[in-house]
């Protein structure tokens, strides 16, 4: 189970074009990304066919001994690194040790969104990786079929989205790079009813029968959805405000949509027949 | 409405003062915090007595004309400042140039948690300060009564806190540094049921019956609640994970629940009729 000798070097070539992933010219030319820390590339390895290098510290490989195993069975190549080396090619201030050079996952947008979908996110213009990668994450737990990142929306390879995403993107298919009316047609035709959630939704969620295969659409974080993209909907809907906040934050607004068309599905045997 | 000469000394006695706030035991000492940015000013001003001092840009003075004329109008001080001494105040990357010296607000425990009480969010272990105020945005966005930080949690005058909170800290009564276990207790004398939120539950939101007066508690990002704050509340609920994640973060799980609990009592006559 040894794996070399401990690179050191931080000049080293393997490094470098690991480390230069961290650049979104380069991910696209290598169609590669990096995972970084136990969680997410845990859940990479688990995937199969998509960790083409794994880098680790003593230290993490110690700690973590099932995962690195794991990857050494799928035959990935286990490189040990210095403190130093994990530092220079980790995206974190306290790194834990633990990075992985991945394939890039995402799946055409007709693949991702087949006939069975009940439940798809769309971020048409979500600029914030941490926010993109938590509605990432919320979505996988709240069961969507799929998440959709348009061609407006940040790149959903970017460390922090990765990150926020807690393995997230190894989990349910995600389509990236489309174009949000392409998007909104192709769920429009696969049966979905497409919401917009933005605070100038005239409906609020509580007025809106959720037990029905639904894609939402989200917004920029500072300026919600742009009008063309409203009108693309079937309703523009808010999340009530009780009290006496201007508004919610992006992930937050999305996470009580989502969780609140989960349940009513849940509570719906026609969305329940109707699902794959 | 001129407020004097352009301030441009980053050592002046007054910028010195309000700068050190930055730090928690200088927030202690003068029981002020600062309040960065239009939204979070605005409501500081509108809140009334607890604005102390204000610095404002030439820029944001045109921008923002209206929150700069309202706090002359309630008497406070108005200092004009340079870019460069905004940049020394701000403790954002882009400041947004406007910036209040604010005195404490927060009341006692049974101030903020009266008998009318019917939602309540505890933060008990939340360490980040960006998801304390998050959570502080989203209770208040849900209608909650009062959001108590106990003596492990984060201070919510923290600036990253304060930003979060996008003004809800001026919005609805908050409690800080209060012992778990008397909050618990206070909880439970007023009326309120104490639920714990925690990916160790073994009830889910699904299972539990929302439509009474409840307080959530919020444990800490990575760890989740410690065994013996469970063991105060009344239920430990988790909140369904219907996809692959392993769990969901801190807000967004505070946002699913305490959403959750503001729908039921809103279709609960007993709650509504309970309430203040």
């Known amino acids: 189970m040894a794996a070399g000798p401990e ?45 083409t290098e794994m880098f680790v510290t003593a230290e993490a490989r110690a700690r973590h001994a099932e995962i690195v195993e794991q990857a050494i069975r799928a035959g990935v190549p286990v490189l040990s690194v210095s403190g130093e080396v994990m530092a220079e090619l980790a995206q974190t201030v306290t790194p834990q040790g633990l990075l992985a050079v991945c394939r890039f996952v995402h799946v055409p947008l007709t693949e991702a969104v ?26 996988d737990a709240a069961g969507a079929d799929a998440v959709v990142f348009t061609d407006a929306s940040v790149d959903p390879y970017n460390g922090k989205c990765v990150r926020a995403g807690a393995g997230s993107l190894f989990h349910l298919p995600v389509a990236i790079g489309v174009n949000v ?11 979905l009813r497409v919401l917009a959630a933005d605070g100038a939704g005239t409906a609020t ?38 009290g006496r906040a201007e508004s919610l934050n992006l992930a937050t607004a999305a996470a009580v949509c989502l969780y609140a068309s989960a349940q009513a599905m849940r509570a719906s045997p026609r969305a329940v027949a109707s699902g794959g």
Do not use: C
């Open 7 to 51: 690179l050191t070097n931080i000049r080293s070539p393997r490094v470098k074009a690991a480390r230069r992933l961290a650049k979104r010219a380069f991910r696209e030319r290598d169609r590669a990304f990096l995972a970084e820390g136990p969680q997410a590339v845990r859940e990479a390895v688990a995937l199969g066919g998509v960790v």
């Open 114 to 139: 087949g006939p069975g979908a009940r439940l798809v996110a769309v971020m048409a213009h979500v600029r914030d990786p941490g926010n993109a990668g938590t509605v990432l994450r919320t979505a």
């Open 181 to 191: 009316r392409d998007a909104v047609a192709h769920m429009r035709a696969t049966g």
């Open 205 to 242: 969620l509580d007025d809106v029968d959720l037990g029905h295969p639904t894609a939402w659409i989200f917004g920029n974080e500072a300026w919600g959805l742009p009008d063309d993209v409203l009108a693309l909907a079937d309703e523009v809907v808010r999340v009530p405000i009780y």
